[in-house]
């Protein structure tokens, strides 16, 4: 089904990101011409068994529709943005753009899998502009919870587009560039046709707070502090990071990163020049727990409470390196990602039941969002003055609330979008307008990044809910009668009503139903297949019996 551009005109057809948190991707087109923006991960909800990450599958939209990647081009190197690159860059060329620090973090995710990037990934610095197919694009300094963050300014057949990335206006920032809101007025007079904008806080009043407000109060908390300090948030957050190596300075503790993941964000943050750490500061944990205890900080992995990271492990008493003791101090410096409450919950009660006290949470200063709240939107789009308005990254309210906020300006956008993923948004002379729209079939993953369908997880879901039946037919090879009465075996099936009478039933049914296909088929037509007619029949029973819906697979052996 391919829907051919018009010269002149642009396609926009946002993958993921749009009424949903995470899988942040934006396809440009113009002609065949594509590139994308951004290609991130989603994490699955609970009823998704084994599936440890959603992706928009930006291959197949380009093979439906004939399209050519001419770039993929990312805005910074948080997973919800580049956790699908690696899946991408396995069926396509294309280059693949973005700071030292983005590309630090998408190398180690490509090393994890095993995929060569060549010489793929192109850094780009603040104010570059690269040139891909009709598109051009310019990096642009933006404030964020992870350095190396860039809004984008998109030369289109169609006029320029800006695209504001994750960001807020942080007025004093921790260390890197500031917002180059100069550059952006530049772009906002020259004119921009549309502004694709960060909806995530869009709902909150006022302004997000600076990064820097964090290290006060971490500085404070750490003065007063007694015992070990164990600090844990995002890997990549560097800034974030300094604050806690900065304050242990001062307070002369000494530092140990522990978790694979944190290690490995601190190398990539100071080889992108975004981390500086003292001289003799860095030690390892095990130095650590062997100083005393008010002299030692533990930087610890595992914020959102994963089972298998390090804060989770210390948690339960099973890291090798890193252990807490009663009087010692765990800062959760981080906002729960929607989805992980239960896992972080239970990771804290942990801590405690150890005789940790806890610091973190709202009204602490202990964290700030990463996100412009609504002063910081509108004064984005008064600086880029905008044609027209996309909110994008957040769910349907999230794309309200920043739609409304474009609304309350003094001159607000000619047009504001609410589009959903699969949307195709057409830029031409006439205006801006949703032309149509895709189906999309997100891939859903698992631990080694194997696709798994939906027949897949359908099977699971019936699995996990309703358990499996099993009946065994044992036949005569030459007669196919069974050579033995046929028995129902169950694992994960619970039935308090009919309970073994029901199996019972079923297994003289399973003998009906092979007697019955043993009668040559009426007519003549093709003869029955035995395991499907089983499973049929015993499936109608135990829905009629109990309204359960057990997966059914006979299993037939042949003497
Ligand atoms: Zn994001
Ligand atoms: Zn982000």
């Known amino acids: 089904m391919t829907q051919a551009v018009p010269g002149g005109a642009l396609d926009i057809v946002p993958l993921g990101g749009l009424g949903q948190f995470g899988m942040n991707c934006t396809l440009l087109r113009s002609g065949a011409d ?37 770039a993929i081009v990312l805005t910074h190197g948080h997973d919800d943005h580049i956790g699908g690159v690696a899946r991408l860059m396995q069926t396509s060329e294309a280059p693949v753009y973005g700071s030292e620090m983005t590309l630090g973090l998408l190398r180690s995710r490509l090393r994890d899998r095993d995929i060569d990037p060549g010489r793929r990934l192109v850094p780009v610095a603040g104010r570059e502009r690269i040139a891909a197919g009709p598109f051009s694009f310019e990096f642009l300094d933006i404030t964020h919870s992870v350095p190396g963050t860039y809004a984008l300014a998109i030369g289109t057949p169609a006029g320029t587009i800006v695209h504001s990335a994750d960001f807020k206006i942080d007025a004093e920032p921790v260390a890197g560039p ?38 006060r109060a971490f500085g404070k908390i750490l003065r007063e502090a007694e015992g070990r300090v164990f600090a844990t948030t995002f890997s990549s957050h560097a800034h974030r990071i300094q604050q806690f190596i900065d304050a242990a300075a001062r307070e002369d503790r000494k530092v140990a990163a522990v978790g694979r993941r944190m290690t490995s964000s601190l190398q990539i943050a100071r080889d992108a020049g975004s981390l500086r750490i003292p001289s003799g500061i860095l030690v390892r944990p095990e130095e650590i727990m062997e100083l005393p205890a008010r002299r030692g900080l533990v930087i610890a992995g595992g914020s959102q409470g994963e089972p298998a990271s390090a804060m989770a492990r210390i948690a339960r008493g099973e890291h090798p390196e890193a252990e807490v003791h009663r009087g010692d101090l765990v800062v959760h410096s981080v906002r729960p990602i929607p989805g992980n409450e239960v896992a972080i919950g239970r990771m804290l009660d942990a801590l405690a039941r150890r005789g940790a ?7 602490t200063g202990l964290h700030v969002s990463g996100h412009a709240s609504h002063d910081e939107l509108a004064t984005l789009m008064v600086t880029v003055r905008p044609e027209a308005l996309l909110p994008v990254h957040g769910s349907y309210r999230h794309l309200v609330a920043c739609a409304r906020v474009a609304e309350s300006l003094e001159n607000p956008p000619r047009r504001i979008l609410i589009a959903e993923n699969g949307d195709i948004i057409r830029l031409d002379g006439d205006g801006i307008r949703i032309e149509g729209r895709v ?50 075996l169950t694992r994960g099936f619970a039935s308090e009503s009919a309970g073994s009478d029901l199996l019972r039933e079923a297994a003289r049914l399973v003998a009906d139903t092979v007697r019955a296909a043993e ?41």
């Open 34 to 70: 594509c590139a994308v923006v951004d290609v991130g991960m989603m994490f699955p909800p609970a009823e998704f068994w084994g599936i440890d990450a959603i992706l928009p599958d930006v291959a197949s939209f380009l093979t439906a529709e004939g399209g050519r990647l001419a």
């Open 178 to 215: 500031p917002t180059d809101l100069a550059r952006l007025a530049e772009i906002g007079r020259e004119g921009v046709k549309l502004l694709l904008v960060d909806s995530t806080n869009a709902s909150r009043p006022g302004a997000t707070g600076s990064e820097s407000t964090v290290g």
């Open 357 to 363: 006290s806890l610091a973190g949470g709202d009204g």
């Open 439 to 488: 189906s999309l079939r997100p891939v859903l993953v698992d631990r080694d990044a194997t696709r798994v369908s939906d027949d897949v997880l359908l099977e699971r879901r019936h699995l996990g809910v309703d358990g499996i039946l099993l009946p065994v037919l044992v036949l005569e090879r030459a007669t196919r009668r069974l050579a033995s009465p046929p028995e129902v």
């Open 519 to 559: 009668e040559p088929a009426p007519g003549g037509g093709p003869p029955v297949d035995l395991r499907e007619a089983v499973a049929g029949a015993v499936q109608r029973l135990v829905r009629r019996r109990t309204g359960k819906r057990p997966l059914v697979t006979p299993i037939v052996i042949e003497i």
